[in-house]
Structure formats: C-alpha cells, structure tokens
C-alpha cells in the first residue's frame, strides 16, 4: 500500500485529470456523436459508481465497473450519424 503523500495524492489527482478529460471532450463533441458520446459518459458515471463502492469495501462493485465496460464498448462502437 501507498502512503498517501506522495503515491496516493498523485494517483487520485491523475484520475479525476484522466476522468475530467473524457468528460470534457465527451462533451464537446456530443452534437456529433450524441448516442455515443451519452454512452461514453454514462460508461464513466458507472465506473465512478462502481470505484466508490471498492472504496467503501462494499460487495458488487465490479458489477459497476462491467456495465461501465459495457457502456464504453456501445459508445466506441456506436455507428455515427451521416450529414
């Protein structure tokens, strides 16, 4: 295990940087790929879900981070829409 200064702190830091990017452009582009980029960020509101219930030591959590697997794939794949 890390001590938090400074293993654990640039981790969280990394990840919400990580989290925050692929929100941002998720967002950004959403007039253009609007069913895919809503996966995507509904991929990352249950990988979220499913990372702090691990946190909390609750059971189930890894259900969260497949349907947030799942979500990710469907948005990546997605076929996006003609002009």
Known sequence: ????LPGRLLAIVANAGG???VVVVALASLRRRPLG???ILLGVAAAAIGSGLAGLGAGGAAVGIAVAAALF???FTV????P
């Open 1 to 4: 295990h890390l001590r938090f």
């Open 79 to 82: 076929p996006t829409p003609r």
């Open 19 to 21: 989290t925050l990017a």
């Open 37 to 39: 980029n809503a996966l």
């Open 73 to 75: 794939y469907a948005g």
